[in-house]
């Protein structure tokens, strides 16, 4: 049985979120008062499609639901923010390609519903973390801000007026501006996007490069010893913290990167805050918001009021606390 804390003022069950990411899976259940009851991590898949991440998340939900001691179906209903094209009336998420073998559309809220036993909500997985630190994080005191999620990719989520700013559901793509006409490929297909500099799926893939060339390095002695195949958030921190040159001269070029782009943004938007959050820019810390703040000074127009820049509040949790907060269409 629940307990009285355990249900919201309309008498509804807790909410879960999941956060999907390239590498990783979190999901929480949260009370109303968006205190976290129970949460579990699961690695995302790498092989398969999109059914095998859609079965990967429910069990992360489950787990989270387990150690909130209570049951997916009594959940009022469960919040996801995913990348790629997200559709959320029609529970629909397409293009999402840091996952595998997902380009086309798939009916992932359905089939989240049917393993859940609850409605299901959708949402763009940086925009719902960004929501998430505007009302509870580093941003709840700001009318305006951008987040900048570093992680498998560069995302961006955009708060202005107090209010999130989607476009025309576009809005946000930062890792998408181009920071260098004709320069490396991005994932994207296109060429000089920061993502293909600072996302982590470029930064293995040239690190694999160099390295089969011949350059030194511990990326990937540190992913042997811990059993996994692709370069984590940790193991960049780990390999920066020995001092490893292959890591430091890839991770110092993504600083510069980030620096010019998101300055560029902020040169449009000229946000009161801007929020770092991902895998890698919660894991490496306020030394490196601090790094990318002052890589931004030179790109900037106003430089005499630069914005702070701040790691997100809510930390690796932020994504699965937004996704809560989403309600079904």
């Not at 089969?212 to 390095?217: A, F, H, I, M, Q």
Request: hydrophobic share 40%; glycine share 14%; aromatic share 4%.
């Amino acid at each position: 049985m629940q307990d009285d804390a355990r249900i919201d003022s309309n008498g509804r069950s807790p909410r879960g979120g999941i956060d999907l990411g390239g590498t990783k899976i979190q999901a929480v259940v949260v009370d109303r008062e968006h205190v976290v009851l129970g949460q579990a991590r699961r690695a995302t898949p790498t092989k398969g499609g999109p059914a095998d991440v859609a079965e990967a998340m429910a069990e992360a939900l489950r787990d989270a639901a387990a150690a909130a001691q209570v049951q997916p179906a009594d959940l009022a209903h469960v919040g996801v923010g995913s990348p790629g094209t997200v559709d959320a009336v029609a529970g629909t998420v397409s293009s999402a390609r840091n996952l595998p073998d997902w380009a086309g559309m798939y009916p992932l809220a359905k089939q989240l519903r049917k393993r859940l036993g609850t409605a299901v909500a959708l949402g763009n997985d940086v925009q719902v973390a960004t929501d998430a630190e505007a009302a509870l994080g580093a941003g709840r005191d700001h009318d305006s801000m951008l987040g900048v999620f570093w992680g498998t990719g560069v995302g961006g989520g955009i708060v202005l007026g107090g209010r999130p700013w989607v476009g025309r559901g576009g809005a946000g793509e930062i890792g998408h501006v181009c920071v260098k006409v004709d320069g490396a490929h991005c994932p994207c297909g296109r060429r000089g996007c920061m993502e293909a500099y600072a996302g982590r799926n470029a930064l293995e893939r040239h690190a694999r490069e160099l390295h089969d060339k011949g350059e030194p390095t511990d990326l990937f002695r540190i992913a042997r010893k811990r059993g996994r195949d692709r370069l984590t958030s940790g193991i960049w921190a780990a390999a920066l913290e020995r001092g490893d040159p292959l890591a430091t001269k890839l991770i110092d070029r993504a600083v510069a990167m980030l620096g010019a782009g998101v300055a560029s943004c902020d040169n449009v938007l000229d946000v009161e805050i801007i929020i770092l959050g991902g895998g890698l820019g919660v894991r490496l810390g306020q030394e490196y918001a601090d790094r990318i703040a002052e890589a931004m000074m030179p790109h900037l127009f106003f430089s005499d009021r630069p914005p702070p820049v701040v790691v997100a509040a809510l930390g690796d949790l932020g994504g699965a606390i937004g996704a809560s907060l989403l309600t079904p269409a």
